[in-house]
């Protein structure tokens, strides 16, 4: 039972998170679910921590030293299944039953449905203050378990998640990730149109948190940052991550109608095409 074996080159995390969009492609088509263009513009941030900064353990999931990790945005559950199959936490071949009639591997998440999937999400808004109960109770345990929670850009219309920016500085979570998938684009529309979501770097700041904000497509940036959280800042730690939504696939990149929209087999064929390998 060993974690990660730190650190993993830059090009194997590319490598990973090529993989992980490759499935997350067919996973979309075979499985008739839509937010293929969510599940793409986080892959590479889910390479980066599964392949290079968690302390995770695939053959004991529930180990209770292990790092947390909680997927806000749950309705990119194609991409976290992925990559825990390819990540060793369950035979990647159940991964061709997503989201058919009773599965294991629902649309959104469901609690502890495969090994490492740690929380429900989907209900926006839900994911930070679950993770952020998680670190508080990692403190007050003397633990040294650190929790990352990846919210969409959208996600942070939710009151719900300055509630709980509010309450992690106040209880001094320097242990806690919040990480945002930047891609500007939500459900009916540009992320700073529906409501005016910039500066969000600013915002998490004023709100106590120390704040960084990264490529997130590039690894060896989101290395640089994630794997030095805690940051010494005695805060909890905000990544703004700027995305692409679609990110990999030409004709998906920065096209919203990829939120619902399902590939059909001509788009699939092209999409799988385009990311190479197998």
């Not at 650190?7 to 993989?19: K, N, S, V």
């Not at 992320?191 to 600013?202: M, R, T």
Request: charged share 20%; hydrophobic share 40%; net charge negative.
């Amino acid at each position: 039972m060993t974690a990660p074996s730190l650190p993993t080159p830059a090009a194997d995390i590319r490598e990973h998170a090529r993989r992980i969009r490759r499935k997350s492609v067919e996973m979309s088509h075979t499985g008739r679910a839509a937010h293929l263009g969510s599940a793409l513009s986080c892959a590479d941030i889910l390479a980066t921590l599964y392949w290079g900064v968690l302390n995770i353990f695939p053959d004991a999931p529930r180990r209770p030293e292990r790092d947390r990790f909680i997927l806000g945005k749950g309705h990119a559950a194609a991409a976290l299944y992925a990559t825990l199959g390819y990540r060793g936490f369950f035979p990647v071949e159940l991964l061709k039953s997503f989201n058919a009639d009773g599965c294991i591997l629902p649309e959104h998440p469901a609690p502890f449905c495969v090994p490492g999937l740690e929380a429900a999400t989907g209900s926006l808004g839900h994911g930070l203050p679950i993770g952020l109960g998680m670190a508080l109770a990692a403190k007050i345990g003397s633990g040294s378990q650190r929790v990352y929670v990846l919210l969409s850009d959208g996600e942070c219309n939710e009151g719900s998640v300055w509630e709980a920016a509010m309450f992690a500085p106040a209880k001094g979570l320097e242990n806690a990730v919040a990480i945002i998938d930047n891609n500007r684009w939500q459900a009916t529309g540009r992320s700073d149109e529906v409501l005016a979501l910039q500066p969000l770097k600013e915002k998490w700041t004023a709100f106590g948190w120390s704040a960084y904000e990264v490529d997130g497509h590039d690894i060896d940036e989101l290395l640089a940052v994630l794997r030095n959280c805690p940051d010494g800042s005695g805060k909890p730690v905000a990544v703004i991550a700027r995305t692409v939504k679609g990110k990999g696939v030409s004709f998906m990149e920065d096209d919203n109608n990829w939120h619902y929209r399902i590939p059909n087999a001509d788009e699939t064929a092209a999409a799988l095409k385009e990311l190479g390998g197998s």
